[in-house]
Nanobody
Framework: RVQTVESGGGLVQPGGSLRLSCAAS????????MDWFRQAPGKGLEWVSQ????????YYADPVKGRFTISRDNAKNTLYLQMNSLKTEDTAVYYC????????RGQGTQVTVSS
């Protein structure tokens, strides 16, 4: 079955950085685009970024453009999200998802940006 396990979250001050990882299994990772979504407290799920199967194309939501970088290692079946210049409004649970199929999402990793 499809499984994604996110890690790398934590508490960071505004302006800081974190790198999230997502270990994927149960499908041919290199055949699918991958996405990051997030859900802030009391809000709905928000799309953050997407990367195509061979990593040649990436997309970002406007709120994170220029601060976040999505990448992948198909040999390791792993997706990454480098987050720089973090803001308090980036506080959320972050999920990696296969090809925007949010119903498959796992437990996510908590990112808290606070001074």
């Amino acid at each position: 079955r499809v499984q994604t396990v996110e890690s790398g979250g934590g508490l960071v001050q505004p302006g800081g950085s974190l790198r999230l990882s997502c270990a994927a299994s149960g499908f041919i990772f290199s055949s699918y685009s991958m996405d990051w979504f997030r859900q802030a407290p009391g809000k709905g799920l928000e799309w953050v970024s997407q990367i195509n199967p061979d990593a040649s194309t990436t997309y970002y939501a406007d709120p994170v453009k220029g601060r976040f970088t999505i990448s992948r290692d198909n040999a390791k079946n792993t997706l990454y999200l480098q987050m720089n210049s973090l803001k308090t409004e980036d506080t959320a649970v972050y999920y990696c998802v296969r090809a925007t199929m949010v119903d498959e999402r796992g437990q996510g990793t908590q990112v808290t940006v606070s001074s």
